[in-house]
């Protein structure tokens, strides 16, 4: 019997009308665990470098993650992953929500997409029972509304459905793919989708899923609720709100929002507004929030209630899920002063099915374009004055691809450059092609930079974790973290310590920059806790983007072995991580990543250091095993059991037979 896994992937051939159900290897689960790891080694066996994103070669993978369907508190997360055509890399995505407990009960770990429908349509997974079924009538209608649809045309209210809007059926590069309280919403996963032909996936499932050791599971899921319980008593000090505590930020239950609207940048991430936050624009956005919010609610099997219901019904969209920083994406793109207007076009938005982070991003970078002389009333005929009815303008333009909007679907990188006469000077927040969220800070952080530069899903929210983003204001603050700091790897609990203790000090070891070595190892560990989550479901928001999490690199492994029978320790926990991360690198670099692609923004931080920034990414590369060129190096793959990947790099040139590159 397999335990916490079913065993079997759905294989779907949209251009040839056929399904499959396929047993895995288990074998795999060893090496990879779920989720990321096996994603990335079915798209390194089937997707060749040279494919078109869009085209039907592309495979497109919901999975669950290893843990998803079991009793472990968080384990929900529908790991997205294909070729994006906005970065052309590999691109995953994390969705919450209800799917893949739900896919796991209909006796599947993932569904492996390929092909392209002659006509739009959608799957109905309902146990041994699968259908492609036609979706022609749904064309054009919104994401949540497409879910709705679904539902009642199966009579089936418990179905759980992932679909797309216009934006996705009309292949923008930053298209989502909604499912009702999450989204898989970065890289353009919806414009894959929707370049199949496929709408959406609704899935019922009512079988079991089996653990191999159910008391010793039990007890520890249970020690990860004492834990939350516990933080819920006991905050974090001395940090902005929205970090004190775990889960994803709870931007719907707070209303202090200095740390963001301060820190953040406005416009395209070009501006810094001063002065914005005030006693009376907190009184004004919390009353808009409370005004919109009807209730807090919470993923599959989760106590956390990160996100809410929204209800905006004069704009035709009556409820919608909004969770994290979306509240603000809009308001501060457009430079708005009322919230009001995040939450109504986010709901729009959101049924059009497009990326909340990227979206505001390309629409303020047109009205800078236009504000520049760069694009003009023959590009944006009877453009608005306002900023926020610009912005409304702006997204149906996008989403139907009509006149510049057909540019600006592209996102900033490739409009800027498809645009020309100097549009590429605006182009000041995408790396790899992608746009980041929009932050303007003072001096160089190396820690993030070494994160924005090289993380594979050019995402920090994906990259960042249980590390203070600054110093702590006081010895006394300093001493209260560190003191019951458990989550520290074995080994690293002295030197990571006294980083927190002396980071900020005049005078110490640490006055701003610690030593290249301790940012390797603390950037290593924030980014194997994300793989590790990534690959068994956890939620971050329970693990590795917060501090303090319950779920951390000492009982994880405990977890894991409980759930699948495998005997995992620590060590062996972080070598699976290692593995998938390189495997997932070594995807991107026969892709054509290479160092010069390794860069935040130039103006991300204020005061920069080159020769500094490039001493770093020297040290790190060397840290990860990799050559100067960010290739993972012939000896880190063969001894990652990789050995396949190194053949394969060598043979194609990109590696020379003794690891350095060319």
């Not at 209210?157 to 499912?179: D, K, M, W």
């Not at 516990?230 to 707070?254: C, D, H, Y």
């Not at 920083?325 to 430079?335: G, N, P, Q, R």
Request: charged share 25%; aromatic share 10%.
């Amino acid at each position: 019997m397999r335990y916490a896994e079913t065993g079997y992937n759905l294989e779907i051939d949209l251009s040839k009308g056929s399904i499959e159900r396929v047993p895995t290897d288990p074998k795999l689960t060893e090496l990879h665990l779920g989720g990321l790891g096996t994603n990335a080694r079915i798209i390194w066996d089937r997707v060749p470098p040279d494919v078109d994103p869009l085209s039907p070669d592309n495979i497109l993978i919901f999975s669950t993650g290893l843990l998803c369907g079991t009793p472990a508190p968080g384990a929900n997360r529908t790991i997205v992953s294909t070729i994006s055509p906005q970065t052309l890399f590999m691109h995953f995505s994390m969705m919450g929500g209800f799917l893949a407990p739900e896919l796991k009960y209909a006796g599947y770990d993932k569904v492996v997409i390929k092909g392209k429908s002659p006509s739009l349509v959608y799957l109905w997974i309902n146990n041994d029972k699968v259908e492609i079924r036609d979706a022609t009538h749904l064309h054009g209608k919104g994401a949540l509304e497409t879910a709705e649809l679904i539902r009642q045309e199966l009579g089936e209210p418990r179905a759980q459905v992932a679909a797309i809007g216009l934006a996705g059926e009309n292949s923008v590069y930053f298209a989502s793919i909604e499912h009702g309280r999450s989204s898989a919403s970065r890289g353009g996963i919806g414009a894959v989708m929707g370049s199949k032909g496929l709408k959406a996936i609704a899935v019922r499932g009512t079988k079991d899923v089996h653990v191999a050791k159910p008391e010793r599971f039990f007890e520890l899921c249970n020690e990860v609720l004492k834990y939350i319980e516990f933080r819920a008593k006991n905050p974090i000090k001395g940090v902005p709100p929205i970090l004190a505590g775990i889960g994803s930020p709870q931007e719907m239950a707070i209303h202090d929002e200095e740390w963001h609207t301060t820190s953040f940048a406005w416009g395209n991430a070009r501006h810094r507004r001063k002065g914005f936050w005030t006693k009376e624009v907190e009184e004004s956005w919390r009353r808009s929030q409370e005004r919109a919010v009807q209730r807090l609610v919470s993923c599959y099997n989760c106590p956390m209630k990160c996100g809410a219901i929204i209800s905006y019904p004069a704009l035709g969209v009556s409820r919608y899920m909004m969770k994290c920083y979306s509240k603000l994406t809009y308001v501060m793109a457009a430079m708005a002063d009322d919230l009001d207007f995040g939450f109504s076009i986010a709901g729009l938005a959101q049924e059009y099915g497009v990326d909340g982070y990227s979206t505001p991003q390309v629409m303020a970078f047109a009205v800078e374009l236009y504000e520049a002389g760069i694009l003009t009333d023959a590009d944006l005929p009877g453009f608005p004055k306002d900023n926020k009815e610009r912005f409304f303008y702006l997204l149906e333009k996008i989403v139907r691809r009509e006149g510049i909007g057909d540019v600006l679907a592209k996102g900033v990188y490739w409009a800027a450059r498809e645009i020309g006469k100097g549009a590429e000077a605006f182009d000041h927040n995408t790396i790899k092609r992608h746009e980041q969220i929009p932050i303007k800070l003072g001096m160089l952080n190396p820690i993030y930079f070494v994160m924005w530069a090289t993380g594979e899903k050019a995402n920090i929210t994906q990259i960042e974790g249980q590390l203070p983003q600054a110093p702590f204001p006081t010895k006394e603050l300093r001493e209260d973290f560190v003191k019951d700091w458990i989550q520290v790897p074995t080994g690293k609990e002295e030197r990571f310590k006294k980083f927190v203790l002396e980071w900020g000090d005049p005078g110490t070891e640490f006055p701003f920059y610690p030593p290249i070595d301790l940012i390797c190892e603390l950037v290593d560990w924030q980014e194997t806790m994300h793989y590790i989550d990534d690959s068994t479901g956890i939620c971050a928001g329970l693990s590795s983007f917060p501090l303090k999490p319950p779920y951390h690199i000492h009982n994880l492994p405990l977890i894991i072995s409980a759930a699948t029978g495998l005997e995992i320790d620590e060590d062996g926990l972080w070598e699976i991580a290692r593995r998938n991360r390189t495997l997932v690198r070594a995807v991107n670099v026969r892709r054509g990543l290479r160092r010069k692609d390794e860069k935040p923004p130039e103006d991300h931080w204020k005061k920069r250091f080159p020769e500094y920034e490039a001493k770093i990414l020297d040290e790190y590369y060397e840290y990860k095993g990799w050559n100067k060129e960010g290739i993972p190096k012939k000896e880190t793959l063969e001894r990652l059991e990789l050995d396949f990947v190194a053949q394969d790099l060598v043979r194609r040139g990109i590696l020379e037979g003794n690891g350095e590159g060319k």
